[in-house]
C-alpha cells in the first residue's frame, strides 16, 4: 500500500476540526472535508478557526468527488450517520482506510457493513478538550488518539500506514494490543462523563472537584463494566479510577460534547450511551437503573430545550 497522501474528513465539527487542522498544517497531505446542503456551503463560505486560526479547508460534495481518499476519518454525531453514509461511496477505493473517531460502540459495524471490514481500524479519541461554536474550534488538550484492529499483537500494513500519517502530521497515537477494550473503555467513560455532565451542567472542574458529581459519574460508568464482562471484554472497576488520570488533565473549564449540546438546545447522543446500555442490559437480562433514569431526564432536556 501506498503511503496516505490524500486525506477526507466526514463531519468537521469539535474533532473532525481538530484533525482537519492538523493535516493541513503537515507537508506532504491533500485534505479536504466532505459535506453537502448547508454544511458544505458554511464550510465553502467561512472555513474554520481552529485555536484563532484561519483554514480554508477545500470541501468535497459527495456528488462531484472524483477520486477516491487514502485515508477517510468519521467525526459525525451518531444520529448524522444514517443520512450521510452514501456519501461516503466516492471517496472509497480498493487503498482506502476508513477510521471512526465517533462516540459509542457501533460505528465501525455500521461502515464496514456496507464498505468493508477490511477497509475498517477501531479508534477512539481521549483526553481532548474541543469545543465547537459555529465554525470556532478550540481545545487546550490535543489528547491521544487509539486506533487498530481489534487485536494488534501484530502490526500490519494497514496499520502501519496510518501510524505514519498520524506521525507526519503530529497527532499523538497508540496501537494498543486489545483495541475492543479501549473501545470499551472509552465508551464507559462517555456514558459517565458526558451523561453527568449533561445533567448537572457542569463543567471538568467540577468532576475533578465534587465527590458528589464523581459518585453520579462511577455510577454511570460501574453498569457498563458489569455489561463488558458479560461481553467478555476485559474492563475492571480499576479502569474507572485510570479515567481521573486523563480527566485531572483537562482545562477545568472544559465542557463534554453532550453538555455543550444540551446548552446550545441541540439533540445529544443520549441513545448511544444511556440508551445503548439499556438495550445491552434488557439484552442480558443485566439491571442499569442509573443509565435508565439518565436517558429519561436527558430526553426530556432534549425535548423541552429552550
Known sequence: M?????????????MGGYFAAQFVDAPGFSTAVLARGERYERLKRGGLVVNGRHYTVPVI???EASRPAD?????????????AMPDLKSVVGDQTTIISVMNGLDSEEIIGAVYGMDKMLYAVSVGIDAQRDGNRISYTKPGKHYFGHAENTHIDARVRRVQTAFERAGIVYETPVDML???WWKFMVNVGMNQASAVTRAPYGVFQTSPEAGALMEALMHEVIVLADRASINLKE??????YTFLNTLSPQGKTSMLQDIEAGRKTEVEAFGGKVV???ELYNIPTPVNHTMLRIIQVLERNAV
Open 238 to 243: 480499576k479502569d474507572i479510577a485510570d479515567w
Open 279 to 281: 438495550a445491552m442490559g
Open 71 to 83: 485515508l477517510i476519518i468519521v467525526a459525525l454525531k451518531n444520529y448524522h450517520l444514517p443520512e
Open 2 to 14: 501506498h503511503p496516505i497522501h490524500r486525506v477526507v474528513i466526514l463531519g468537521a465539527g469539535a
Open 181 to 183: 477494550r479501549i473501545l
Open 61 to 63: 460534495h459527495p456528488d
